[in-house]
């Protein structure tokens, strides 16, 4: 909402009256209030991400054991799997996949600018890949912002035909950069793999790093010294990758 649409220039009188002190700052706060409405226009996500997460790496988090990926930082839980995704040619880190009590929880992170988000175009260009692939797609409001529950094409192993897969996409517009999650399995289900892996997410710091990027440049990842299970990616577009997702056990 603009300041200037609300608070129109008043009609010229003979005297000019002063406007007094508490009328200007009760002004100046519903125009700092405007100016906050038009910021999370432009930027999706928790309207509390900066007190609860997922924060920045310049911001105050909650005090816990994380695993180190470098631009990723994540909390994780006792007996969790940790899977990392690689390109085949150049063996960078371009994806964590999270699997706890049979749920999934893949987490990829982007460059963005200060001002505009990247979340309400990606999500936009995903369902229509889900669709044009067979799959159905729908936005949900939660306490994450804009989700896009999905059920997308997967091809099993051993199967001509392929089934449709229960998807539920997150996507977090921070400052200068961009988190997608994406939850299967048990995670899109009521139960505790679902509320769980949503609090990993909550818990998650970015560290984009202070080197210039362009928007939507993906953020490699760095394997920690105990390397876990990697698993190859096809080394395509990270932020349109279409509808198939591979069924991780």
Known sequence: ?????????AKPTDEQIEEPV??????????AEADADDDFKAKEGPRDRAQNGPWDSSEKASDVDRLDLGALKIPVYDQ???QLEQTEDTREVVAVTLAHKGGNL?????????????WSDVRSLTADNIKQAGGVAAERYTNFGMELHAKVPVNHEGEDASSLRPVHFIGIDGPRWFLRA????????????????????????VDRGEEAR??????MLTPPNAQPQAEESDGGDPLNPGPT?????
């Not at 508490?22 to 125009?31: C, L, N, T, V, W």
């Not at 893949?106 to 990247?118: R, T």
């Not at 793999?193 to 998650?204: I, K, S």
């Not at 362009?214 to 953020?219: A, F, V």
Request: proline residues 4%; aromatic residues 6%.
């Open 214 to 219: 362009p928007p939507r440049e993906l953020l």
């Open 245 to 249: 997702i591979a069924e991780v056990r």
């Open 106 to 118: 893949q987490l990829q992170a982007f460059a963005a600018s200060k001002a505009e988000g990247l």
């Open 182 to 205: 994406a939850l299967t399995n048990a995670a899109v289900e009521e139960s505790p793999a679902r509320e769980e892996l949503r609090a990993v997410l909550r818990g998650v710091i």
């Open 80 to 82: 969790m799997q940790v």
């Open 1 to 9: 909402m603009s300041f200037f649409s609300r608070f129109r220039k």
């Open 22 to 31: 508490s009328r200007r700052s009760a002004a100046a706060d519903e125009a």
